[in-house]
DNA sequence: CTTGATCCTCTAGTCGCTAGAGGATTTAGC
DNA sequence: GCTAAATCCTCTAGCGACTAGAGGATCAAG
């Protein structure tokens, strides 16, 4: 039933120093520990660290988390601040896309016009210099 | 014709702080100064920083950036790095982009579907937790 | 009974800035 | 010429979200 900090971390992927670090800003409860002092877990950990996790890969910062799992404790509450949270992050998650795409674009061109030549033609310098010419006038 | 940072901080819309930091860590060369030991700059500055801050915008590391700029000093040698800094710098770009296209999806999704409810109607919860159910469990 | 894996706490380092203290100098208005 | 505000300087410390390492205790397997 109970578990070691080890068999958490390989249950969610999550690292073993991340989850002390999650326990010592209190975005996991502290831990009972056995007789030698080692942490305990159960189910009720491994859920709430696949929430986080997935939260973060999602892009959500501990804060956000934090109120998002305070929601998830209270289901009664109104999921207004939820949607809120959710909603700004969408926002967020647009405009990364929409430059991260640009991006792509750009660095795509940039490499199918970057030929075998030297890079005074290699126009991924320029792009990245935003400039219409060779940038030669680092050189001195 | 020279000018201070101030002036270099307003026309590359890089914070001076963060132009004294690049030259700590030695992206920007160490300016010269005047008397009263203030850096001056002029348009070579200008462009370098332009460059800095495009391609840091981009999403390239600081490092990638020290390599990409040693490229552009040296004209006359193949782009066979540059390209390949690039190269690798797309694979993440696509990476991020599918992930976080996965992530609008899954945020718009959870938003439409979360209704005026309370919580535990809400789907937000639900899908963060990686859960088919109410984490009512959370609340022991 | 020993070896190696795992655990503990603690401090310090990472990256890319950002903020603030405390002081000097420059610029603009009067 | 004088004052007040803006800008500059250096320095140290802080941010988020970890990550690494020291130094030591404990556990599980052969």
């Not at 209270?74 to 430059?99: F, G, K, W, Y």
Request: with cysteine; proline share 3%.
């Amino acid at each position: 039933m109970a578990f070691s900090i080890g068999e958490l971390s390989r249950r969610t992927a999550v690292k073993v120093p991340t989850i002390r670090y999650y326990e010592q800003i209190g975005l996991l409860p502290a831990a009972p520990r056995t007789d030698s002092n080692r942490r305990l877990y159960g189910q009720a950990e491994v859920d709430r660290l696949n929430f986080i996790r997935h939260s973060r890969e999602l892009g959500f910062e501990i804060d956000d988390i934090r109120e998002l799992l305070a929601m998830s404790e209270q289901p009664q509450s109104s999921c207004h601040t939820v949607d809120s949270i959710a909603n700004s992050h969408l926002a967020e998650i647009d405009r990364r896309i929409a430059s991260l795409t640009t991006l792509k674009a750009e660095l795509a061109r940039m490499i199918s016009e970057c030929g075998r030549g030297r890079v005074c033609d290699c126009r991924i310098i320029e792009v990245l210099a935003d400039h219409g010419q060779c940038r030669s006038e680092h050189r001195q």
